[in-house]
């Protein structure tokens, strides 16, 4: 703020494979949450550039920015931010909205996705009667809906307990392998980094630390 | 984002706050009622001066006045004749010009004089005016009782119905047929200055009208009577009231007028002047309206003042221009107060749902969708409030209608509707209270499209 400049992301040099599932690490502040956003096209950088696929994101339009989160990127969150007053399917069906699908497509691809995550029934219930673990399912459901190369998560488990987290990263990873989608994941969860990402990058004060390849 | 998603979305969102949405909705309705109705009078007042005008039969006539008299219809005109006095008279010669002009069919002169009906011993007063023959075709007589005159000299009257009912309150059909005596004042013109008899000289009562000539210093009004067979009884005024010859309850045929030699109010004037007997005004029939304008500038080039509805209708439509832009004016305001609720909703709005707008945005809505939805939005409240507001001012011009129809027939009037919905006021109300919706939105919706997505929250 103000005239000072602090760099949340600085001089990092990273490249992550297509299919690839990795885990950003780092105490808070340390800039990972400004790399994911990054990643997303949420944010743009004061300086170098972000290539997805080839293309800069440093170098697109707010427009096209929008379009590549609607059709390349799925983003889930630590607080879900499903909308209250939206059912489970049209929360699932809202990006679909955005990318123009056709109608009956969308019905079908609503179904679709929640399957994937598990949730078949429940489909008029409104988010705030379902369960931190079934919201966040539902949350994935909807970064699925356009069939993204590209997987962002924030702290998914963050709002969950143990064992509904486990079953969440059990499912991110899953949907990784067999959909064949790059997973990058924010995380101050170590543990639950180690068993389910492939790879674990370290960030401290805006810089890369190290890296890990886990076994 | 599609136009139906658009729709769905914004009628959803609409629905999330029922009563506020409500309310605005409600004071856009109040905003096109009040526009609705005030510009439905408009053109139920318009609507109903041009049927009178039409009523008036007057699209194929001309009014001829002499610019030596004051009053005139076009007071730019009169202001560039410096000499009125040395305009020319509107006497016999002039008249029989006119005649001459193509397409004219007939010059008649307006005679309006005052007169007496002696009928069972009573004398009834009232204003006598002469008709053309071409009268009968004019509307008021479509219910004429008895028949028009038999010719246009003929000892022949008709009486206006509310004059019958005077005369002979019990039956005033039965006056049909009847004869009644006619007390009028006879024009008598005195011999020119410096004739040594004196004498007056009495006009021949066979005399044909228009031959007195410039020597006619003087005239005395002498006392006569004529026996008239009523042929008809009129309900309602010819001309639709609006001509010098229907403000009078006593019809003869013009020629009859004109044989009796009656005195005219404006006899005095001309003899005041010095000249002959002159007309006050004669009334010019052209055979088609079509070419009303031209007779009217050749008449013009003769140095008179004409006046045909030509003139009458330019006049309204400039009236009624401005009394449209006045009652639009004041239907208006409301609905800029409507406005105002709407921006207000609106960004009441967006501060409410900068989480869900932030949500959209970073799952891929464009600045443009999320702008675009707020449009929806703005548009559907003022869809909504334009169909409700055309309803609430249908029921108002209703009352309107209701309210001036009791009044007037209190009043012995017939009951007209002054107040006329056409169907574009409809279309054009709904159009124009979505695009005062769509000028609402436009600042909360780029105010929404401007807020950031949400992003990976650092610490909420």
Same mark, same amino acid.
Do not use: C
């Given at each position: ?131 931190? @673990? ?20 924030? /702290?998914?488990? @963050? ?29 101050? /969860? ?26 | ?10 009628? #959803? ?18 905003? !096109? ?25 007057? =699209? ?6 002499? $610019? ?19 305009? *020319? ?82 039956? *005033? ?17 005195? *011999? ?35 026996? +008239? $067979? ?23 045929? !013009? ?5 009796? %030699? ?42 008179? #003042? ?39 909703? +609106? ?11 932030? !949500? ?23 869809? =909504? ?24 027939? %209190? ?50």
């Amino acid at each position: 703020m103000g005239d000072s400049m602090i760099r949340a992301v600085d001089g990092i040099s990273l490249s992550i494979a297509a299919g690839e599932f990795v885990a950003l690490l780092g105490q808070s502040g340390s800039g990972k949450s400004t790399l994911l956003n990054l990643l997303a096209g949420l944010d743009r950088p004061t300086s170098g550039s972000v290539l997805v696929q080839g293309r800069d994101l440093a170098k697109m339009s707010s427009e096209e920015l929008a379009r590549y989160r609607r059709n390349d990127v799925g983003m889930v969150f630590q607080a879900f931010h499903l909308i209250p007053a939206m059912t489970i399917t049209e929360n699932v069906e809202l990006p679909m909205r955005f990318a123009e699908v056709d109608r009956t497509e969308r019905a079908q691809r609503v179904r679709e996705a929640l399957e994937r995550v598990g949730l078949g029934k429940r489909l008029g219930h409104r988010p705030s009667e379902l369960s931190g @673990g079934e919201q966040q399912r539902v949350s994935i459901a909807r970064a699925l809906a356009n069939r993204p190369s590209l997987l962002l998560a924030d /702290e998914p488990t @963050g709002n969950l307990d143990s064992r509904t987290g486990e079953d969440i990263l059990n499912l991110i990873r899953d949907l990784s392998v067999s959909l064949g989608m790059t997973v990058v994941m924010v995380t101050h /969860e170590r543990a639950l980094a180690e068993r389910f990402a492939k790879r674990l990058i370290f960030l401290g004060d805006g810089k890369l630390i190290s890296q890990e390849v886990t076994a | 984002m599609k136009g139906y998603d658009l729709f769905e979305l914004a009628v #959803r969102n609409l629905r999330q706050s029922k009563l506020r949405n409500g309310l605005t909705t409600v004071g856009i309705s109040v905003g !096109v009622a009040s526009l609705v109705a005030m510009l439905s009078l408009g053109v139920g007042l318009q609507q109903l001066a041009t049927k009178r005008l039409a009523g008036s039969g007057m =699209f194929d006539t001309v009014f001829v006045t002499s $610019k030596q008299d004051s009053r005139g219809f076009d007071r730019e005109e009169d202001q560039k004749d410096q000499h009125p006095e040395k305009a *020319p008279v509107l006497d016999e010669a002039s008249r029989q010009q006119m005649t001459r002009l193509q397409y004219v069919t007939e010059v008649e002169p307006e005679v309006r004089v005052m007169g007496q009906i002696v009928y069972g011993g009573q004398t009834h007063f009232g204003f006598v005016t002469g008709l053309p023959m071409s009268a009968r075709e004019n509307e008021a007589f479509d219910n004429l009782q008895g028949k028009f005159f038999s010719s246009s000299d003929a000892d022949e009257v008709i009486l206006l119905d509310d004059f019958a009912k005077e005369l002979n309150p019990q039956n *005033p059909k039965s006056l049909v047929g009847q004869e009644v005596t006619l007390r009028y004042g006879e024009h008598q013109s005195l *011999p020119a200055e410096g004739d040594a008899s004196g004498r007056p000289q009495v006009s021949d009562q066979n005399e044909s009208p228009g031959t007195n000539t410039g020597d006619d210093y003087g005239f005395s009004v002498v006392r006569k009577t004529q026996q +008239l $067979k009523v042929v008809g009884i009129v309900d309602e005024e010819p001309y639709g009231g609006m001509r010098t010859v229907s403000r009078g309850r006593i019809f003869l045929p !013009v020629d009859l007028t004109e044989k009796l %030699n009656m005195a005219e109010f404006s006899d005095m004037r001309s003899s005041l002047r010095g000249h002959g007997k002159s007309y006050a005004t004669l009334t010019v029939r052209v055979k088609d309206p079509a070419k009303v304008s031209q007779v009217q500038d050749a008449i013009k080039n003769m140095g008179f #003042r004409t006046f045909s509805v030509l003139d009458a209708t330019k006049s309204l439509r400039r009236f009624f221009t401005v009394l449209d832009l006045f009652l639009g004016i004041f239907g208006s305001l409301a609905l800029a107060v409507a406005t105002l609720a709407i921006i207000n909703t +609106l960004v009441m709005a967006v501060l409410e749902r900068r989480r869900e707008i932030g !949500v959209m945005k970073a799952i891929g809505a464009s600045d443009g969708d999320v702008k675009k939805l707020f449009f929806a939005e703005a548009g559907a409240m003022g869809f =909504f409030g334009g169909i409700l507001g055309i309803a609430l001012g249908f029921a108002i011009g209703k009352a309107i209608n209701i309210g001036t129809g009791i009044y007037l027939r %209190n009043h012995q009037l017939p009951a007209e509707p002054v107040w006329i919905l056409p169907s574009w006021l409809i279309g054009a109300a709904i159009a124009f209270s979505i695009l005062v919706s769509l000028l609402a939105g436009l600042y909360p919706a780029s105010r929404a499209a401007r807020l950031d997505p949400v992003q990976t929250p650092k610490y909420e």
